[in-house]
């Protein structure tokens, strides 16, 4: 073979192999953006992993995959969204996430709103709030948010006085009665329920106390009122894109699904949740 056409031969040949990169390239690129498009990923924590686990499959049928992933704490869901590592996270409620940003300065904000539950006050030892003898031990959550929640639950249920029941923020210092000398035991919100066989009186979550299977949420001492600032939300960047509106769908179906009504019954108790949407 002359050696002009071995020349124009290998030249095919290189322009061949390199088309093949170039096409190779843009596929795998669609394959992503397919990928990115189609799967949604939510990080949440424990009790709600049944009930999102429900939603994820009714909307698989409209081409939504969805990938849940598990948080054993309160902080990292939050930081798994700022980071882009996850699409958005469902375990906080407004008060909670307004006072994340304030700390941490995230780009964070609400999707959508999902369900919200009451939170009381529970005693194995007492069947009533005036049995609770003086310096009787109240377990009550750490966190900033939760622990404010309880305090103003214990104001109103008339155990003791804070300064103002509708600081969001209020901490034991805040306290200006305490008539039976009530000592506070700060534990983390979820540890609550597991106090229950101790202390003398916990604020307990329903959720966390059907997990635990310590007791019946509905036999509270006390429950608060309903109050929709509570309602767990849809969390997202600020820039977040919702492509293919999967995020939008997945809220849909959550807010619409009659299995999920139920699910919020077993899980929390009838009477005990909320449609924070409404």
Do not use: C
């Not at 040949?13 to 953006?33: Q, T």
């Not at 539950?117 to 939760?146: C, F, M, T, W």
């Amino acid at each position: 073979m002359p050696i002009s056409q071995k020349k124009a031969s290998r030249n095919w040949l290189i322009g061949l192999v390199v088309l093949i990169l170039i096409l190779s390239l843009f596929a795998y690129r669609y394959i992503k953006n397919q990928q990115h498009d189609d799967t949604l990923t939510i990080g949440i924590s424990p009790p709600y992993a049944e009930l999102l686990q429900t939603v994820a499959k009714q909307v698989e049928s409209q081409g939504i995959h969805v990938k849940l992933v598990e948080f054993s704490d309160w902080q990292a869901p939050n930081v798994a969204v700022q980071n882009r590592d996850i699409d958005a996270n469902f375990f906080q409620q407004s008060v909670f996430l307004k006072n994340a940003i304030k700390q941490t300065g995230y780009d964070l904000h609400p999707f959508a709103i999902g369900s919200g539950s009451h939170v009381g006050l529970y005693s194995k030892k007492y069947k009533s709030l005036d049995q609770l003898p003086e310096h009787a031990r109240v377990v009550i959550p750490s966190d900033p948010v939760n622990l404010a929640r309880s305090l103003i639950l214990l104001d109103r249920a008339g155990l003791i006085k804070i300064k103002d029941t509708s600081n969001e923020l209020s901490s034991k210092q805040d306290i200006i009665s305490n008539p039976k000398n009530l000592d506070f035991i700060e534990v983390e919100g979820p540890q609550t329920a597991l106090a229950y066989n101790d202390a003398d009186l916990i604020f307990g979550f329903p959720h966390y106390l059907k997990m635990a299977k310590i007791t019946d949420p509905s036999t509270a001492l006390f429950l608060d009122q309903t109050d929709k600032k509570y309602a767990i939300l849809f969390v997202t960047r600020s820039d977040y894109q919702d492509h293919n509106d999967k995020l939008k769908k997945f809220v849909s179906a959550f807010q619409n699904s009659a299995e999920v009504k139920k699910i919020l019954d077993q899980d929390f108790g009838k009477g005990l949740w909320f449609e924070g949407w409404k």
